[in-house]
């Protein structure tokens, strides 16, 4: 080389052969053409060529000089990059330039052409590409490391390189890319932080979407080197993460992002950083945890990442982030989740903890993110979810925000179409879901009206879409119907009904349109509107658009009878799809797209087409049925047995009867229905007989050859059928047939010959039919029922106790083990009852007779002959059976006002019977009754009695009760301002003098002036007025106040003349002041209107007599706590029960009772008045109560803004709903500390059965099946409330456990017309009920209100001596254990 260097200082160059000088004195032409002879002379040398190599030193060095690197044609500077490239190549290792400005002009000139890469089309591109490979290939660059300015010679380069790459080169462009910048990297000392920007640049977001190539490039380049390059990446995280030198670089601010894609291209790059993580989301700066939570919900959830596993204090460390105070971050760790459930099912158990938590949030946006989470995985698919996520999804339903509860039922029921329905992950998937069916329905029982219309929704389009085929859709609703549970079969009945109503309501709406303009027609429409509008969502603003749909249907015809068909009762399907499209179509206007008046259309529509159900649905309905009948369906495939599929067929067809009668007017309905009339299986009989009833009005007429076959069946059936079925062949053949009086006398004649006191299995049916029969026909057998009331019912039977029965210490036993007579003597009670019902007047004064007899057996415990014959289960179904005879009769005005107060006051013990199952049926009977608006005020008073009943259960629905009948009356009386004139009947104020007036008169209040006497006393007022004064409406605090201090003034109306009454009854009275001022802060103003008390129960007031007198001993001043009454509407939890909104009342023509037929608020029959859940903000409790809560009561009876309260757990039903949350996790969904209520804790009411209503108006409480453990209804022993003790026991014994709970009842839907009827074949002959646990029912003590029978002196003593206990609550001592509630 020596000798080269010598020959370079020459200064000769020699160019290859036929090359001749090139210098600035030459075209750029020429210039080009000599250039490129010498390029090809260096690409054909080799390293070994040393003579060459030494010749060509000279033109080597010229080549480098400024007149070829500043050259200004590009031609020009790419042949010499060429050449010196080349150049590199053969004189490597050591290169023939020196200087080290030189060498990094020559790099920097190589770098500036390899930018022709850009262009892949240029005729020099080859050229380029034999650059880029050569410097490559030989890692030309690496003799800059030893530069100073290496750096900057190496960061232009891969700028350079980066900014060339694109779509038009090829894998080996990219190739020699890689391999040059790897080299670099590789085998350098060091990677400055400009040049690690250079690459990192590269892996932004911004840069990547610009220039996907250059990202690809840099991620191989990444890969490449990853071992080399990673200590500079840890560095530069470092400086900037735990350093926070931002300065260090211009990627300090996209450093998460930059984390994420070097992650995702080789983990190993951010080993050393990973931790740094860790650190920063425990930092205190809410955007910085923000964005770390973000960039590894990412990397978590990538769908090959191993993070969780490979770092696991980092997983658990970012799981931690769930429960974040800054609510961003809770909201993106939410989010995450999906992504992670469905990449990483794995990690679903580790999730599942937190998510729990997050469902509760109080962030409504977190709990609505939840949701979707789980279900976008659950959609993707079900085996990633499991049921612990699901059953989030499911208490969510029940949210008190409406976004929330939304998308958790849309969400569930796109789980169940897609599942379920279509089936898609087979029969495994379909039975883990099978739940959500039953839970959507059940969301039916919600007050508010956006579930509702949700509901109905997604029944039409997920559960039965109404799309399918008639066939198909339904068998789809054949076998779903089969197998919900009870409480979803009731809430998709009353849906239906609710639908149906609706209808009725807009055909009601089109008549009063068509009618001729007046003033009544006007404000019969304003009526409807308000009716119409109660069923929409947001009633405020629906009154303006119902009233401007009524005005649109009275000018636009087209419209009025696209309604009109729709409504009909003979719409089809198909007609109704195309009346709801026509009808908007007219409504919509294509300029306002937003169109609320058209969405509330929309919903009206939604809600009142028959999309499912029309004649040919019934057809087809029918057919189903068969085929299960005939063998041929597939119904075990559907996983329902076939005898459960036809029973759950006819049920359904039944209930469709109500609702869609006409499109059941076919022959082959009907003959099909006549087959099942033959059925073994009663239920199915049943069924078919009640849609007979229904929907063959006009079959005589219209089917005479069915109404032939049908006669001798009913015929059949009255005679000799069980008692149900025979009961509705009677009311076939009234709706049926026009010569009914004929067939009526057939059948009576040979039923009343034929009865036999002897037998007394042989009675039951017949007396069923012949009460029956005296109902609907009263005046056609006026003489003979008068005489078979008066010698057979009364003087044969039950006068009289022909077999002795069972000995047994029970209080209660099933069904088939009540003996035949007892049956038969309920009957007759029934009958005696039907017949009067049947008169409707007391001219004979049968009703006197019959309201002594009653009380007699009542008197006597059951026991009217008191010969001591028959046994105590037997005595507590007659002392039923008797106390809802009074309860019926007194629902008919004529002989409400026979019905004494003595009478009246003996049937209100019954609600303290000694039997718990006595009680609580009638309770309930008591309840449906005053729902109903049919039994006077006064009875509500009866429920007082119920505060000191020892089961909590029992106080707790007695509560419900009085809550749902306060706020029916309350809701009525806003409706209906112009029944001004019956106050005193509806106002539920005006139960509190009834309610004192029963309480002086209550057996148990003997010594006026004992305190425990009078703390009972309190107990009982407190139970009423509480509810009364939780909210003070009208002032109706000082209404309360002047209407007690006016019965102070006045005297006992049934004892007048009697100073100890009159002294109770000032006592009460002062009792209850004492409570309205201690609970109220406005008892003092003025009154907004003057009381009027009951004319039977006080005298009038004497003006001469002012009675200002305090008669309480001032021992009771401490047991009247102040404190405001609570209204039980405010919870704080997430879980905000909603009440339902039922049926609208309707007034009858009676002396103030009006049935609840139509109200939205006071239907007792509708699931949602039903279900009356008692949760924390429905009893707020002072420290005086002793109430319950039901603890699984379905439905909340809570009211906010458009919530309310009414809604009472109906006590023969399961409840519904979704149980109370705990404690902590209402505490947690709320976001605060619900405070507890004062003095006492709230009682779990464990009453399974205390719920629902049934659809059809009627409380089945037949199908409940009543088994009592031996120790609940063991006989106490005590004598019964009020009487003294038959026989003397040495001491009482202590309660012993007993098992309480009931089985379910299974109402059908019945006919209002017909329900008081159906309820009272239920009351005992089928009554089966399981107590409730816990502890026994200390026996209640029956009051002996007849002067039959007279107390000894001894007795006397006894009582007053020791004052006896309210019948059914347990002494003192033994209750003491039990007052942790209060």
């Keep these: 080389m020596a000798h080269s260097k010598s020959r370079a200082t020459d200064g000769k160059i020699t160019y290859p052969p036929g090359v001749k000088e090139i210098s600035d004195k030459i075209s750029k032409e020429e210039m080009v053409r000599r250039l490129k002879m010498v390029v090809k002379t260096f690409m054909d040398m080799d390293q070994d060529s040393e003579e060459e190599k030494e010749l060509y030193l000279?033109?080597?060095?010229?080549?480098?000089?400024?007149?070829?690197?500043?050259?200004?044609?590009?031609?020009?500077?790419?042949?010499v990059a060429c050449c010196l490239a080349d150049i590199f190549r053969i004189y490597a290792p050591e290169a023939p330039y020196t200087s080290p400005d030189k060498l990094k002009d020559i790099f920097m000139f190589i770098t500036r052409q390899l930018k022709g890469l850009e262009d892949t089309k240029s005729a020099q591109f080859n050229r380029y590409f034999y650059l880029l490979e050569n410097i490559a290939w030989v890692k030309s660059y690496n003799i800059c490391f030893e530069l100073e300015d290496s750096n900057e010679i190496f960061t232009q380069l891969y700028r350079t390189l980066f900014q060339v790459i694109n779509n038009g080169h090829n894998q080996k462009v990219h190739m020699h890319m890689v391999d040059l910048m790897s080299s670099i990297i590789c085998e350098g000392d060091t990677v400055s932080q400009e040049l690690l920007d250079t690459v990192l640049v590269n892996l932004v977001p911004a840069h990547k979407n610009l220039n996907k190539q250059a990202y690809d490039l840099a991620k191989a380049l990444l890969k490449r080197t990853a071992q080399?390059?990673?200590?500079?990446?840890?560095?530069f995280f470092n400086q900037v993460l735990m350093l926070g030198k931002t300065s260090v670089s211009d990627l300090s601010e996209h450093v998460f992002d930059l984390i994420l894609e070097l992650y995702n291209i080789d983990s190993h790059l951010l080993l050393s950083v990973l931790p740094q993580l860790e650190f920063k989301l425990k930092s205190n700066d809410n955007d910085e945890r923000l964005q770390v939570v973000k960039l590894l919900a990412k990397m978590f959830g990538a769908k090959d990442s191993e993070l969780a596993a490979q770092n696991k204090p980092l997983w658990q460390c970012y799981l931690g982030r769930f429960n974040d105070i800054h609510v961003p971050i809770r909201l993106e760790c939410v989010k995450f989740a999906s992504h992670c459930l469905m990449n990483h099912p794995d990690l679903a158990k580790d999730l599942t903890e937190y998510l729990k938590v997050r469902s509760h949030d109080p962030e409504e946006a977190i709990r609505h993110d939840v949701i979707v989470s789980i279900v976008t995985a659950a959609k993707k698919d079900l085996s990633l979810v499991n049921d612990q996520l699901l059953n989030f999804v499911r208490e969510r339903t029940l949210d008190k925000r409406w976004r929330v509860r939304k998308e958790a039922m849309m969400g569930l029921a796109q789980i169940y179409k897609k599942y379920s329905l279509q089936g898609e992950a087979g029969k495994e998937a379909t039975k883990q879901i099978s739940w959500i069916k039953d839970k959507l329905l059940h969301i039916y029982y919600q007050n508010s009206i956006d579930d509702r219309l949700l509901v109905e929704r997604i029944f039409a389009q997920y559960m039965v879409p109404h799309n399918l085929e008639t066939a198909e859709r339904m068998k789809c609703l054949y076998y779903l119907y089969a197998t919900l549970d009870l409480n979803a079969v009731k809430a998709l009945n009353e849906m239906w009904k609710c639908q149906n109503m609706l209808r009725h309501h807009v055909k009601d709406l089109l008549d009063l349109v068509k009618q001729p303009k007046s003033e009544a027609c006007s404000k019969a429409v304003f009526s409807k509107v308000m009716?119409?509008?109660?069923?929409l969502p947001d009633p405020g603003k629906a009154q303006d658009f119902v009233k401007k749909l009524a005005q649109v249907l009275e000018e636009d015809e087209k419209i009025r009878k696209q309604l009109e068909t729709l409504v009909s009762p003979a719409c089809s399907c198909k007609q109704a799809e195309g009346c709801v499209r026509e009808i908007t179509k007219k409504l919509g206007s294509p300029k306002q797209p937003s169109n609320p008046f058209l969405e509330m259309v929309k919903f009206l529509l939604e809600r009142i087409a028959p999309v499912h159900i029309d004649t040919e649905s019934i057809s087809a309905l029918i057919k189903q049925v068969n085929k299960s009948i005939d063998g041929t369906a597939d119904d075990e495939d559907e996983g329902v047995p076939t005898e459960q599929a036809i029973r759950a067929g006819l049920e359904l067809l039944k209930v469709l009867s109500f609702t869609h009668p006409v499109s059941f007017h076919s022959a082959e309905t009907f003959e099909s229905l006549l087959g099942c009339l033959k059925m073994d299986d009663e239920k199915v009989a049943e069924a078919a007989l009640q849609i007979f009833k229904n929907t063959g009005s006009k079959m005589e007429e219209s089917f005479p050859h069915i109404k032939s076959v049908l006669l001798p069946v009913l015929q059949h059936k009255a005679k000799k059928g069980p008692p149900r079925q025979a009961k509705y062949a009677i009311h076939c053949i009234h709706a049926m047939f026009s010569n009914r009086d004929t067939q009526f006398a057939q059948i009576f004649e040979p039923l009343h010959k034929s009865l036999d006191p002897a037998n007394p299995d042989q009675l039951i049916t017949p007396l069923t039919t012949l009460g029956h029969l005296a109902m609907l026909a009263p005046e056609q057998f006026a003489a003979p029922l008068k005489s078979l009331v008066a010698n057979f019912i009364v003087k044969d039977l039950l006068m009289n106790d022909r077999l002795p029965g069972k000995k047994t210490t029970k209080l209660w036993v099933p069904d088939d083990e009540v003996s035949p007579e007892t049956l038969a003597k309920i009957q007759g009670i029934k009958l005696m009852v039907r017949w009067l019902l049947g008169v409707k007047n007391n001219l004979s004064k049968s009703g006197n007779s019959t309201l002594r007899m009653l009380t007699a057996i009542l008197n006597s415990d059951g026991d009217l002959t008191e010969q001591g014959k028959i046994g105590k289960p037997e005595m507590s179904r007659l002392r039923l059976a008797a106390g809802c005879a009074v309860l019926r009769l007194a629902q008919e005005p004529c002989y409400h006002e026979i019905i004494t107060l003595e009478q009246y006051q003996l049937c209100a013990l019954v609600i303290n019977d000694e039997c718990y199952q006595v009680r609580q049926a009638f309770a309930q009977k008591l309840h449906k009754g005053l729902c109903r608006l049919r039994l006077p005020l006064e009875y509500l008073a009866i429920f007082a009695l119920c505060a000191k009943d020892p089961m909590k259960e029992r106080r707790a629905h007695a509560r419900q009760c009085l809550v749902k009948n306060i706020n029916i009356r309350r809701e009525y009386l806003k409706q209906h301002a112009s029944v001004s004139d019956k106050l005193l009947s509806l106002l539920p104020e005006y139960v509190v003098p009834y309610t004192i007036h029963l309480l002086v008169h209550d057996p148990d209040y003997v010594k006026v002036q004992d305190i425990e006497q009078l703390?009972?006393?309190?107990?009982?007022?407190?139970?009423?007025?509480?509810?009364?004064?939780?909210?003070?409406?009208?002032?109706?605090?000082?209404?309360?106040?002047k209407m007690v201090e006016n019965i102070k003034q006045t005297k006992d109306g049934q004892a007048p003349n009697d100073p100890k009454i009159n002294e109770k009854l000032y006592t009460v009275c002062d009792v209850a002041m004492n409570?309205?001022?201690?609970?109220?802060?406005?008892?003092?103003?003025?009154?907004?209107?003057?009381?009027?008390?009951?004319?039977?129960?006080?005298?009038?007031?004497?003006?001469?007599?002012?009675?200002?007198?305090?008669?309480?001993?001032?021992?009771?001043?401490?047991?009247?706590?102040?404190?405001?009454?609570?209204?039980?509407?405010?919870?704080?939890?997430?879980?905000?029960?909603l009440s339902t909104a039922g049926k609208q009342l309707q007034t009858k023509s009676s002396r103030m009772e009006t049935i609840s037929n139509a109200s939205s608020n006071s239907n007792p029959s509708s699931p949602g008045r039903s279900k009356g859940r008692m949760d924390s903000t429905e009893i707020d409790h002072s420290e005086n109560e002793a109430i319950t809560i039901m603890k699984?009561?379905?439905?909340?009876?809570?009211?906010?803004?458009?919530?309310?309260?009414?809604?009472?757990?109906?006590d023969g039903d399961k409840p519904r709903g979704r149980k109370r949350g705990a404690a902590s996790s209402q505490d947690e969904d709320s976001g605060q500390d619900p405070k507890p209520k004062r003095g006492r804790k709230k009682a779990a009411n464990t009453s399974a059965g205390d719920g629902e209503d049934q659809w059809a108006e009627e409380t089945r409480i037949d199908d409940i099946s009543m088994e009592t453990e031996d120790e609940q209804n063991s006989p106490p022993k005590k004598g019964r409330r009020g009487r003294p003790?038959?026989?003397?026991?040495p001491k009482e014994e202590t309660p012993g456990k007993g098992r309480r709970g009931r089985k379910k009842a299974v109402p059908p839907p019945e006919e209002e017309a017909n329900e008081e009827e159906e309820e009272e074949d239920r009351d005992s002959e089928n009554m089966e009920v399981k107590p409730k646990g816990g502890r026994q029912a200390k026996t209640p003590r029956r009051s002996q209100q007849s002067s039959r029978v007279e107390t000894t002196e001894t007795a006397d003593e006894s009582v007053e001596s020791t004052p006896q206990k309210r019948r059914g609550r347990p002494p003192k001592a033994a209750q003491q254990p039990a007052k942790k509630n209060v």
Excluded: C
Aim: glycine share 2%.
């Design 58 to 79: 000279n033109l080597a060095l010229h080549l480098a000089s400024d007149f070829f690197l500043k050259h200004p044609d590009k031609d020009v500077r790419l042949l």
């Design 1075 to 1137: 409570i309205i001022i201690s609970k109220s802060t406005t008892y003092s103003l003025e009154s907004p209107k003057d009381p009027v008390l009951p004319a039977r129960y006080f005298t009038q007031p004497d003006k001469n007599f002012s009675n200002t007198k305090n008669y309480l001993p001032p021992e009771m001043k401490s047991f009247f706590t102040p404190g405001k009454p609570k209204a039980a509407n405010v919870l704080g939890a997430v879980n905000k029960p």
């Design 1015 to 1041: 703390k009972d006393i309190k107990e009982s007022l407190w139970f009423v007025l509480e509810i009364l004064m939780a909210k003070n409406e009208n002032n109706s605090h000082a209404f309360i106040r």
């Design 1285 to 1289: 003790p038959k026989t003397a026991t």
């Design 1192 to 1210: 699984s009561s379905p439905m909340p009876g809570k009211k906010n803004d458009k919530r309310d309260d009414s809604d009472v757990l109906r």
């Design 228 to 235: 080399a390059i990673e200590p500079y990446i840890t560095n």
């Design 531 to 535: 009716v119409i509008t109660r069923n």
